[in-house]
């Protein structure tokens, strides 16, 4: 079976009046179906590595592949936003438009991708069935808890069937209740055959996942356990 995503000797240098390192000949692949998680201190190459996938920076050395793609040939913005459709993200703060409901936030997504109302009209209910927000759908984002708030975003990120599903600190502004039932529904999508690839800190989130972890520390990658916990 070939790999979902490859990071082939991946280094990422910035250099603006000090060079920085943010990470460094970096090896590791992820197969269709998995749950992997990114591991690391602050600053230990988490973010870096998904910038890189989702084609937001590119490495000053090596490759990376999704679907059998080296990324760094994407032709332009219309072929950059079509592999962001495959790949879902979803991140610490939650991006929504306050001014949108709950069904509008997701629509959105749906619209600049010039979906059309009737594809809106069937997907988006769908999806926010889901991640658990039918009885949202008319809300506004001040009327919802954090943990309510990341659900929207990660319905947002799941309306274009994405292969893969990117969470980086999903669960960094949620109290540690509302921290497991994100966890728990990403292991719900990751069920229904999503790969699934989180960067946490949250040790607590690690050690009771049992999946497979990859760990980071300053740039380099340090370990890859099938069965991973929180070493740092």
């Known amino acids: ?85 495959k790949i879902g993200t979803v991140f610490q703060d939650f991006k929504l438009l306050s001014n949108k409901t709950v069904f509008e936030n997701v629509a959105f997504a749906m619209e600049v991708a010039g979906k059309n109302d009737e594809e809106i009209a069937e997907d988006v209910p769908q999806v926010l069935e889901l991640v658990g927000l039918s009885d949202k759908i008319n809300n506004f984002p001040h009327e919802l808890s954090g943990g309510e708030k990341q659900r929207v975003s990660i319905a947002r990120a799941l309306v274009h069937r994405p292969g893969v599903l990117v969470a980086d600190e999903p669960t960094g502004n949620l109290d540690p209740a509302n921290t497991f039932e994100i966890i728990r529904l990403l292991l719900k999508i990751n069920e229904i055959g999503t790969t699934v690839v989180l960067a946490t800190h949250n040790k607590e989130v690690i050690n009771t996942l049992d999946r497979r972890v990859v760990s980071l520390d300053k740039g380099r990658l340090v370990k890859d356990d099938p069965r991973g916990t929180f070493i740092l």
């Open 1 to 85: 079976m070939e790999p979902h995503i490859a990071f082939e000797d991946i280094s990422k240098i910035y250099s603006n009046h000090v060079t920085t390192v943010a990470v460094e000949g970096v090896n590791f692949q992820i197969m269709p179906g998995e749950f992997i998680s990114l591991v690391g201190r602050s600053g230990a190459g988490k973010s870096t590595l998904l910038k890189l996938l989702i084609a937001e920076e590119r490495p000053t050395q090596g490759r990376v592949f999704f679907e059998g793609r080296d990324i760094a040939t994407l032709d332009g913005s219309q072929e950059i936003s079509s592999l962001r459709r």
